[in-house]
């Protein structure tokens, strides 16, 4: 067996005790989502590359094309271009680089979709190189001037060096004339070992600005003579406005105007979010509720049982011959599972202001996808993408809501073109949960068979759900297929060795609005795929950490982060009434593996003691930021697995609330370890993900513990709706 790999930091959910401190030591100043900061971003007289600009005064700003949703991206970002320019950290302060300038200068920042945890993996390279080209400009300014060899020069701490003469020049010194030099096509990016900033866990940038409350989220916009708009669309889905009888509110308080949006919704325009509010609950409407009747939980699971059997699935990955090992089989196991839809109950509610006159709009927005929010305005409006604006904010959570999902700011630009002034639309709690786009339903069968000694012959996994792509972006589908239904199952995702596999799935859309949550499509099926290799291997006799290991034998990567998991939580020595249970998962070219610890008591209340996670990204930019993805991700799985559901009736959502849509409490929070694993060998590796990976194993790892507890193996989710033993 090789060396086990190293660990490079341990971190539990204590750690964050020091950040006050910490942050104001640091004296980051964050203006990127600032209303009122002006979104011209066209080339600046000292901008040395579109996402380097040095003032003359040393200050280095530094553009961030990804939107933060707390993933820590506002900070990671800039340390991988601070790596390479070598300046000094305590001056560079980050902003959002410009929608609309990106649009204007042929995309110069590259994809600004933040989504699939792909804002430090996707773009670690070039920005990077981004960074190095910048200090070889500020160098080659520099050499020229003492006449010497670019060779003969060192940079640090925004300092160009000439070892020789000993002569420097600030890089504030240098920029302008630097700027003006041609970016070179090729430069020298450093190797792992010399990183002296990136794999550090410096204080976050809007740390301060987050505890001490200043305006970085869209919720926090103001502008001179802003109205407030507070909506409501149809409480069934595909049901349409009737009629509304403005004159009943237009006396109230503060109304300024009673606007209809699209044919489903209606806004009520105030001097105040909460007058606006308070006219709209006295609108008389009437809605057309007709599309929904019928439409509900029960259809719709129905519907997906009745898929399993059908003939238009799509196989998305076979070993072997499944169908012949099963029908030779000395025992088969053949169970159901079933996920609910579930929403994504961001903080911060779906919000945006617009101001749309003159042909023009501009817009803020807490969007994950800023290029994707113009081109909605521009669409919406019929203009010119150059006529729109888009200053994009933090974000008060995403989780995918705020990605291609763009129903939200179509709304705010109609409701502010009808207005002609400054509009901060707010949705309602009930209006956020009633009118997601949810995670969705889906149901698995699954089926394996045995020898008459209990090995495994062969495992056949049936999906069947609504497709996210067909629903947000048909462009992905293939030959009207979602092979992205099976995510986390295929080749690329799952490296069991397994003696026969074959994993297919049946499209059943609907009504109900499906979009991207946490995890897309991995977050379920690895539930379905862990809980069940764990009902494989107790079926052959074998303890499932241990079968986990001989089915992962070829894949050394997963099978060190599975072992590391195991040996930090001691796997097998959990003390007394306390149960465990174990998953991995592969996701997007990161590799995390979970052990829950968990005791039911008599009456079958189940609690969480501890969750274990180990994770290889193959290289880390900021470490105390993926402890904390992981702790979110394992908080928010646990959440899921205990009280999350979205149910209908008739084409309503029946929930509307934190009341019965709970999120997890601070009492119910375990304690969490993360181990960040180096990988053993991994020059070219392809950077892993973090924001999302540390949710698929939560789930199966904690049904799994429950099965060692109970002796029941769950199968359907969430917990609330099933009688839990002891046993």
Known sequence: MSESPVIEQQSGVTRRGFVFGISAAAGGLFIGALPGRSDAQAPAARELTAWVVIEPDDAVVIRVARSDMGQGIFTALPMLV???????????????ASPAEHVARNRVWGNMVTTDSVSVRTSQDYLRKAGAQARAMLVAEAAARWNCPTEECNTRNSVVSHRPSGRSLRY???AEAAARRPVPAEVRLKPPQ????????????????????QPIYAIDVRLPGMLYAAISACPALNGKLVSFDAQRVMRLPGVRQVVPVGDNAVAVVAASWWQAKTALDALPLVWDESAGAGLSSDAIRATLLQGLDAADAVIGRRIGEADAALASAARVLKVDYEVPYLAHATMEPQTCTAHVVDGRAEVWAPTQNGEGTLAMVARTLGIEPSKVIVHK?????????RGLSQ???????????????????????????THDHYRPMVLARQTAGFDAKGNLLAWKLRLCGSSIAAHLAPQWMRNGQDLGMMNGLLESHMFYDLPGFEVSSVMRNNAVPVGFWRGVNYSQNSF????????????GGHDPYQFRRRLLAGAPRSLAVLDEAARRAGWGRAPAGVHQGIAVVEFDDAVCAQVVELSVSAEGAVTVHRVVCAIDAVHVVHPDTVAAQMEGCILQGIGAVLNDEITLKDGKVQQSNFHDYPLLRIHETPRIETWIVKPPAAPNQRWGAVGETGLPPLAPAMVNALFAATGQRIRSLPLKNLKLRRA
Not at 82 to 96: G, I, M, T
């Open 194 to 213: 010399e990183w002296q900033l990136i794999g550090t866990s410096v204080p976050q940038f809007d740390t301060l600005a987050k505890v001490s409350g």
């Open 82 to 96: 601070a790596e390479e320019l070598e300046c000094d950290w305590s001056r560079v302060r980050p902003e959002y």
């Open 393 to 401: 904010c933090h974000l008060g959570g995403g989780f995918g809501r």
């Open 528 to 539: 379905f795929r862990e809980a069940f290799i764990d009902e494989i291997a107790h079926a």
């Open 172 to 174: 504030g010194e240098l």
């Open 407 to 433: 129903d939200w700011a179509r709304q705010a630009v109609l409701i502010a073109k009808a207005v002609g002034k400054p509009v901060k639309m707010i949705w309602t709690r009930q209006e956020d949960f």
